[in-house]
C-alpha cells in the first residue's frame, strides 16, 4: 500500500560494542563501542480512530526489545575467527553476547532495526502501519539506513550461555500474536543500563 501520511521516533538503542573483524586496514578490527540511537519512519495509509498513525505511548516494549539487543553488549560477526574467545567471555559473564549472521556494522544495525520494528508495528497496528526507513547513528557524523517493501525476521543470537541459540521468532513470538506486550529477551539487560538524560546525544562517547 502507499504511504498517505508519515510520522518518525527517535529511540535510545544504548551503548553497544562492535568488532569488524575483516576491517585488517583500520582500527575498526579492535573491539569499539557507540552509543546508539535510531531514527524510524513509519507509514500508513490512514488513522486510528485517535487521528495517530502510530502511539508513540505504545513504544516502550518496541524500546525495550531493541535494547535488549544493542544495550551493553558485544556485537560480533557470525564468521568472526575469535567467535569461540567471545562465547568463552560471555559465559563467564564478562560481556553480553550478540552474534550476527549477516555480519556486524552499522548498516546491518539498521537493517535489525528495521526487522525487529517492522514486525512489531504490523502487529501493534494489525497491518495498518509499517515502517518506510529506519536510520541508524554511530554518533552525529556517521550513520545508515535501512528500507525496504518486504522484511525478514532478524537473525542473531542472544548467548546467555553455552550452546544457548534464540531462534529469530523467539524475538517476537509474543508480536505474532497480535499483541503490543512484549517480553524483553533473556539475558539482555535493560532500564538501569540505559542513559535516561535528554542532552547531548552522544556526550561522553569516547569511540569512533
Partial sequence: MKTAYQSTKVIELGSCAFRQWRATHSHCKYIHGYQLKAKLWFGGSSLDDKNWLVDFGGLKDL???????????????????????????????????????????????????????????????????????????????????FSKETFTEPVFTLNTSESVVQEPTDIVQDITEHTPEVQVDRGARVGGNVSSGKGNWFAGTTWG
Fill in 63 to 145: 524500546k525495550a526489545k531493541l535494547q535488549g539487543v544493542f544495550d551493553h553488549t558485544m556485537t560480533v560477526a557470525a564468521d568472526d575467527p575469535e567467535l569461540e574467545t567471545f562465547k568463552e567471555l560471555d559465559r563467564k559473564g564478562i560481556i553480553q553476547l550478540r552474534v550476527m549472521e549477516a555480519g556486524v556494522g552499522i548498516e546491518r544495525a539498521a537493517e535489525t532495526v528495521f526487522n525487529i520494528t517492522q514486525q512489531y508495528i504490523h502487529a501493534l497496528t494489525l497491518g495498518r502501519c509499517w515502517v518506510d526507513k529506519v536510520e541508524v547513528f554511530e554518533h552525529e557524523d556517521n550513520s545508515a539506513t
